[in-house]
């Protein structure tokens, strides 16, 4: 996805991590794009998002930050991003995140290299790796989920029952007579599921109620 990256400098620990993100963000007017979707807490990108007093709206330029979904319901990362968006920040999360974490400048990019035991973060300036981050960034914003600081309204009982046969590959009819419900009914109810999870296939829809819990 990147091409050949070249002035590239590997940053040791987690004090030398947090020092450039700092460096990169505080010198840049620009745009500014973060995302996480690791499996520590501690890690050190999330600890800069996350920061009391940390702003990374900007007078010129928007800044974003995508979060897997799941992570949203972690009162360590709810809460500071519930402040992120008053400062104006926009904020989305997807199911469909890569593993690792990016902070990406106008200037540079700390960003995450290498998966399990072999992840390390690198800070890089190259031009050609910035334009193809750039583009990741705009991706994965696009296909990310809208922020909203209210609680979704969880499914009922035979919502949860239909999602979960959307996931089997039920059709509309099977559904119905397992449930004893109208074909026409359980049209509907699928339809609107599909619409509050955003997704595009009765399969997707399943899979993004498995995501956030609701089955």
């Given at each position: ?15 030398e ?13 620009g ?31 928007r ?12 009162p ?38 290498g ?12 031009t ?13 914003w696009?296909r990310?989920?809208?922020y909203c ?27 119905a007579?397992q ?6 009914t359980?049209r ?5 599921l599909?619409?509050r ?19």
């Open positions: 996805m990147i091409p050949h990256i070249v002035n590239t400098q590997p940053l040791r620990d987690t004090a991590v947090t020092e450039t993100a700092h460096r990169l963000l505080g010198d840049e007017d745009d500014v794009f973060c995302y996480w979707n690791g499996a520590a807490l501690d890690d050190p990108v999330l600890d800069v998002l996350r920061e009391p007093g940390l702003r990374l709206h900007r007078a010129a330029g800044a974003r930050v995508v979060l897997p979904h799941a992570s949203l319901r972690l360590d990362i709810a809460e500071p991003v519930a402040r992120q968006v008053q400062d104006g920040v926009g904020v989305r999360h997807s199911p469909r995140l890569p593993p690792g974490a990016l902070v990406l400048t106008t200037g540079g990019a700390v960003l995450t290299t998966l399990g035991a072999g992840t390390q973060y690198i800070l890089t300036r190259d050609a790796a910035l334009r193809a981050l750039t583009g990741l960034s705009e991706l994965l696009e990310a989920d809208r600081e209210e609680r979704e309204e969880p499914p009922n009982e035979a919502e949860r029952q239909i999602l979960g046969m959307l996931v089997q590959g039920l059709t509309d009819r099977a559904i007579r449930l004893g419900l109208s074909d026409r359980v509907r109810v699928v339809a609107q599909m619409d999870l955003r997704a595009q296939s009765r399969f997707e829809a399943g899979a993004r109620a498995a995501e956030r819990g609701w089955i």
